[in-house]
């Protein structure tokens, strides 16, 4: 995954394959406070995933569950999380083989 911004996703599955699905986690650089809003486009440019996050899910202990979504083709997956009330931010690319 290419990563930018204050927020890092982190992709728990690897390497992704066309009808994988797909267990994403975050990472904030800085002490980020909820909630966040996170968009995931598919390759064509639709909107596939789209809510607000109380939790930041980082995959550790007691934490949120992990954002999953199953890979319908290959591509470009766009992830992008924010702060709906801060400016930190992060967005993602998922790179998916056939």
């Given amino acids: 995954m290419e990563n930018?911004?204050?927020?890092?996703?982190?992709?728990?599955?690897?390497?992704?394959?066309?009808?994988?699905?797909?267990?994403?986690?975050?990472?904030a650089y800085?002490?980020?406070t909820p909630?966040?809003?996170i968009k995931i486009r598919s390759p064509s440019g639709k909107i596939i995933i789209e809510r607000v996050l109380r939790e930041l899910p980082t995959g550790?202990?007691?934490s949120a569950s992990?954002?999953?979504?199953?890979?319908s083709a290959p591509g470009e997956y766009k992830v992008e999380i924010k702060q709906?009330?801060?400016?930190?931010?992060?967005?993602?690319?998922?790179r998916v083989t056939s």
């Avoid at 911004?5 to 267990?23: A, H, K, L, M, W």
């Avoid at 992990?66 to 890979?71: K, L, M, N, S």
């Fill in 66 to 71: 992990p954002v999953e979504f199953t890979v």
């Fill in 30 to 32: 800085d002490e980020a």
């Fill in 4 to 27: 930018e911004g204050d927020i890092e996703t982190i992709c728990q599955t690897t390497p992704v394959s066309v009808g994988d699905t797909v267990r994403l986690v975050f990472r």
């Fill in 84 to 94: 709906l009330y801060g400016k930190q931010r992060g967005t993602a690319i998922l």
């Fill in 35 to 37: 909630p966040f809003n």
């Fill in 60 to 62: 550790k202990p007691q």
